[in-house]
């Protein structure tokens, strides 16, 4: 199997608790020795096998490889990839089975993360998943006082629209989120705004 590792959980002695994002799930595995194995570390791709363990306790992993990517030797470029990684172990906690969507859009922006913009790759990733699960909200009606927003808005946690003075926080081009949410494009963002919206993004879903 061939998996992303959401997040890692010390257990007894240096043994550890592997979540990881598949193709079609999102599972707990036990590892033992585990802290003392360096291909175990947040957001790494890693090929694996998995060994049902006959007490029922959680499955092993064993046969562990790492799937590199050069921009891992780039410090903010990983700790980017840190950051969005980790927003996904909490969106999936009380889920096992998922779409294939999940890792291929997961696979899909760490090949592109040592070339591209690792912040505009945040935006361009979350907003294409709030698409697929149906949750891009319509610009026009603030979340919070529920009136009409006019030119200028604010995203708040999962991109939900509300005005700039309810939700206390800077303000965006409504027309340029509207390009983002139709196209999953940041082209048309400055950086700044790309800035703003990761920040968002990296809040959760």
């Known amino acids: 199997m061939k998996g992303f590792i959401l997040k890692l959980n010390r257990a007894k002695n240096e043994d ?5 994002l598949s193709e079609h799930t999102v599972d707990s595995y036990y590892r033992f020795y585990g802290a003392r194995h360096s291909v175990l570390q947040l957001g790494y791709l890693i090929d694996f096998e998995v060994e049902q ?3 029922n306790f959680l499955p092993r992993i064993r046969s562990i490889t790492h799937n590199g990517f050069q921009w891992l030797y780039n410090r903010e470029k990983l700790m980017n990839w840190h950051r969005f990684i980790s927003i996904f172990e909490p969106h999936f906690r009380d889920v096992k089975e998922i779409d294939s969507f999940y890792f291929y ?8 993360w040592e070339k591209q913009n690792s912040r ?17 909200n319509n610009l026009s009606k603030c979340v919070i006082c529920d009136s009409k927003i006019e030119n200028e808005l604010s995203l708040i946690k999962g991109f939900m629209p509300a005005h700039p003075f309810c939700s206390h926080s800077a303000a965006v ?5 509207e ?20 920040e968002i993004a990296l809040k959760g879903f």
């Open 16 to 20: 550890m608790v592997v979540t990881i």
């Open 53 to 55: 363990d006959k007490s």
């Open 105 to 112: 859009s997961l696979l899909d922006a760490a090949k592109k």
């Open 120 to 136: 505009r790759l945040i935006v361009e990733t979350f907003t294409n998943i709030l698409k697929y699960e149906g949750r891009i």
């Open 173 to 177: 081009d409504k027309n340029s989120i």
């Open 179 to 198: 390009n983002l949410f139709g196209t999953s494009s940041t082209l048309l963002l400055n950086d700044n705004t790309v800035e703003v919206l990761s």
